[in-house]
Each structure stands twice: as structure tokens, then as C-alpha cells.
């Protein structure tokens, strides 16, 4: 059994602690909490839930450790620490700082013999593969990505700093158009503009002026300008009953030429469609803290990315299950 | 330089001499042939055609042979012979003895101290990849694969043997309705009828009977009787002219559920639209000959599959490359 430890208990942690019980392979040991853990409730019974102030006494009882903070300010500082401890793995998804939290998690990782890998979920994560994969057999061509339908919490959060906004949910939309123009191979120059919509629900602080804030929304640099933009005023009420899901995806493809005269195109289609960001992301977790024991025991240190593992360390099946029913 | 070969220069050898053109990092050295050399003329200048009985003298001059045998009768003789001599790389798509081409293949190319990789194309291949993935991320899910639309060469061949056909050509289909229904998330229990349809061009023999033809065509076991099969009686000119392309595809979905509840549920897509089956299965080769070549350096042997391949191994760009512009 691989031991597995959760070190936050947001919505990846529940998210965690949910998906090891598909996983016979492994059982949780610890929650690991920066608040009160008397003030803390998990739902697996007989698993504590431990300071993390205590998280060092833990090192030989834990094989993998899920780290679940923020990308912000949690993992940049809590991977490289914990690297140093344990193995681990964490959804690092600032796309800008890879390089820098690859290099400093490398080095902690290596210097204790654990292995750290990085940025796993869906994109940063399954995408990535998908990219890679795509460039890979096709190097003459054109990738594309879109995000969606499902709800930005960058954007939300940009919103709700806007004077007069009380709550706000923002979803990032395909345009459709734009995913037939690639799918039938006619290889596209997008703008920002022709890729995505925005669209916007809010709820306003009483007496506050919804022109105002719709201008505000509409005329945003970088979140919202480049796009065309839909504002919504609503309850609170209708907010949290119509607009509390997680629901994403997304689409990734690969659009590329063969042939003596390139003339033949192929189209290679990767999509999620997931009721459950959180709890997609924490499987596709699950299944990377397999790799991450597995290249551990084979002598393995140092950072990892999903691009670094064969895609039989993420399966609890022996190579020979896999050949006979997967291959 | 990785240096290649190629054995067979038929579609799928035409295709890897294709695809090389877009490898920085590979040249072709030699095609052998089991023709005598001066019949076959290559596209690519300056590249000797060998006959396969002078192959023992390049072993220090090719770092992967590229096996472009069929399936039936080549590569379960040549996979094995040649993984004695040379790193291989082979299509074998035969999916029911995969576990035995494997274990031979295995055993020759240990001995040799050599890396053998089997069953790489697209499916195999590209859609084992997308099955593993899918089952290791959602382990409690349904899987469903769909090929198509693109001519089945076994099933053309079935139509050919009927006393009367001249000549034929037959597309498998996806059903729309089911592709739909797995899309949606319905998680369908689907027969092999509502899966695919079979549509047959045929051209007849002067004087033979096309209500005799069309009957021993629907009736046939396990080709066609299972499926809901359309027959078109056309011209040999009208065969050529218009069903002489290769374009294939398919589609492969996991639909799994996630949740204390099991109460949400994701649906992962991959899928492929191709102009040329041979040239994209090729471009896969190259890929994955890259992946032997870095395996055999590192000092792996045996045989593996494409399970087994860190998708970094596939890409000439550095790891930290990859993690900057794809991750």
C-alpha cells in the first residue's frame, strides 16, 4: 500500500480524499492542517488530522505527499520545503513561473533523494500531454487551446474588486465557430477576441450603479477589454443557487501536414468535459502519486513533470494486464 | 544523427522516408528489400536500396530499423529476427497476439542487448496511450472506441474473396447517435450495430449476380452480419476515382465518475481526422524511433510498448524547452 499523506483541506484536499478510495493501492494517513486541527473535519474515519507544525515527524510514515495549496503564494514556497522531506506532488498551475519553481523544487528534491513532481492536473497536466504528444508526431503544425465552458477564478476575483460588486462568477466560453473553423482542418489565425466570450454574473452592493460597473467589467485591461463581454445582474440568491458548480473543460488540438508536397492534414482532438474541476484535477493527482512512488523506489530524485512519466506508472494494472487489455 | 533504416518499402515505408524529412535529428541510411534493389526507386537522393540478405552488414550503421512488414505474416517473424541485430520498431496491429509477439520479441532483443518497440501506430498506439490515461484518471468509468470513417483493409479484402467481385472498397462508419450519446454523458450499453455501420463499394465481374453479391456480403459472419451494411455496385472507374484515398480516424472516450456520491461525471475525448492513415502511423514511428534510440542509450533493452514512454522521449526539444513552451 502507498502511503499517502494530504498536507490542506480546501477543495483539492476533499477532492483527495475522496478519490484514494478508488484507489486500492493506497491508503491515506494523515491530513495535514495550518489551522486548529480540532477545528478541522474530514470524512474518512479513523485518519487523523495533524498541526502542521508536527509534519516533520512524519517523514518515514508517508510515501507521497499531496500538496494542496494555491498557486499563488502556497505551493512556491511549500514545495521546494517539503521536497525536502518527502516526496510529493503538487498542481502548480502559473504557467509564467514553471522554469523558476522547477529549478528551486529540483534542488530541494534532489539535495534529500525525493522525487517532486510538479504542475499535474488538467493545464497544467493532461493538456500538456496532449501538446506534447501532438508536436511530437506532427512538428509541422498548428496547436490550438481553449478553455470552457466553466468558471475563471481569476476573473471572478477581478470582478468582485470592482466598487459596488457584492459576488460575481465568471465563466470563460469557446467561441464555437472558432472550434469548427479548427476542426475542419482550416488551420485559423485567431485573435483573443475570436477564441473565448466572457461572461458575467453579478450581484451588486445595494444603490450600487450597474452602468458603472458594467463599464468597469467591459473596459478591464487584459481580463476583459481583448473580449467580447456579457454582464449579468442577479440575486445573490439566484447566484448561489444557479452558479455554485465547478463544471470545466476544454479542448486541445493539434492541426498538422504530411506528405512529399504537405498535402494532407490531420487533426488530433484532446476535450474534457468535467462536472468537477477540483475533483478531475485530484484524480489525475491520484493517479501521478503512483508514478511518483514508483520512480522513487526505482532510485529516481529530482523534479518531475507529467512529461517525464510512462504512462504505465500511472496505472495499478502490471504491464501485462495493460498489453492484454488496454494495448 | 539518428541514424535510420527502413525494411519494406511499401505505404508504411514510403511514409517513414516522408516523415524523416521533418526529424532534425534523424537521417535515412538505407532501405533494405526483400525485392531485388534495382526495381525499387526511392524519393530520397543519395540513399542506397540494400537487398535484406546484405541487412547483417549495417548492424553499427543503423541506431533504429524501421519494420514496415504487415501484420499477418511479416512482422511475427521479423520483429523478433531483426531485434537480435538492430533497436526495431513495428505497427504490429494484430491485438489479440500482441501478448505473444511481445514475449518473443521481448526475449530476442534482451539477448541482443537491444530495445524492440511494438505496436505503435495510432491502435495501437495513440489510442492505447489515450485508454490508459483515461483508465488510470478514472478508474471507475466505461470505455468506449470508435473507429472510422476509413477503409477497412481486412474487410475489403473479405468482400474481394465473394466469387463475382471484381473489386472493392468498405468504409467503417461511427454511428452519429451513439457518438452523441457517449458525449452527453448517458454512458450507453452499445452493440456492435449501434456502434458502427458498414458501408461496401463494390465492382462486379461482367455477368455476375449483384442480388447474390449484396446477400453474401450482408450475411457474412462476423464481418458484416452484425452490422447494418449499405452496398453500392459502381464502376471500376468510379472505385478508383473516387474511394482510392486513405483517410481514417476514430475516437476514443472514458467516462467516468468521481464524488463521495459518485454524483459527477467527466467525459475525456481524444480523437483523430486523417487525411493519410499510412503517413500519420508513420509519423508516430518516427516519433517513438526517437523514444528507442534515447531507451537504448540510456541502457534500457527488451521489448516495450508505448506505455512505457515518457512522452518527453518522443520530442527533440530539451526538457527545459518542453517545460517553458508546452507544459
Known sequence: MIKVGILGYGNLGRGIECAIREAKDMELCAVFTRRDPKSVTIRTAGVPVVSVSDIEKWTDKIDV???????????????????????????????????????????????????????????????????????????????????????????????????????????????????????????????????????????????????????????????????????HFISEEELLRDHSGMAHGGFVFRSGSTGMNKEHNHIIEYSLKLDSNPEFTTSVLIAYARAVYRMHAEGMTGCKTV??????????????????SLL
Open 65 to 231: 505527499l499531496m500538496l494542496c495549496g494555491g498557486s499563488a503564494t502556497d505551493l512556491p514556497e511549500q514545495t521546494p520545503k517539503y521536497a525536502a522531506m518527502f516526496n510529493v506532488i503538487d498542481s502548480f498551475d502559473t504557467h509564467a513561473r514553471i522554469s523558476e519553481h522547477f529549478a528551486k523544487t529540483d534542488a530541494a528534491a534532489k539535495a534529500a533523494g525525493k522525487v517532486a513532481m510538479i504542475s499535474v492536473g488538467w493545464d497544467p497536466g493532461m493538456f500538456s500531454l496532449a501538446r506534447c504528444y501532438g508536436n511530437a508526431i506532427l512538428p509541422d503544425g498548428t496547436d490550438y487551446t481553449f478553455w470552457g465552458k466553466g468558471v475563471s477564478q481569476g476573473h471572478s476575483d477581478a470582478i468582485r474588486r470592482i466598487p459596488g460588486v457584492k459576488n460575481a462568477k465568471q465563466y470563460t466560453v469557446p467561441v464555437e465557430k472558432a472550434l469548427a473553423a479548427v476542426r475542419a482542418g482550416e488551420t485559423p489565425t485567431l485573435t483573443t477576441r475570436e477564441k473565448h466570450t466572457r461572461e458575467c454574473f453579478v450581484v451588486l452592493e445595494d444603490g450600487a450603479d450597474a452602468a458603472a460597473v458594467e463599464k468597469a467589467i467591459k473596459e478591464m485591461p487584459n481580463y476583459f477589454a481583448d473580449y467580447d463581454t456579457t454582464v
Open 307 to 324: 512529461l517525464d512519466v510512462p504512462p504505465a506508472y500511472l496505472s495499478d494494472k502490471s504491464g501485462e494486464e495493460l498489453r492484454k
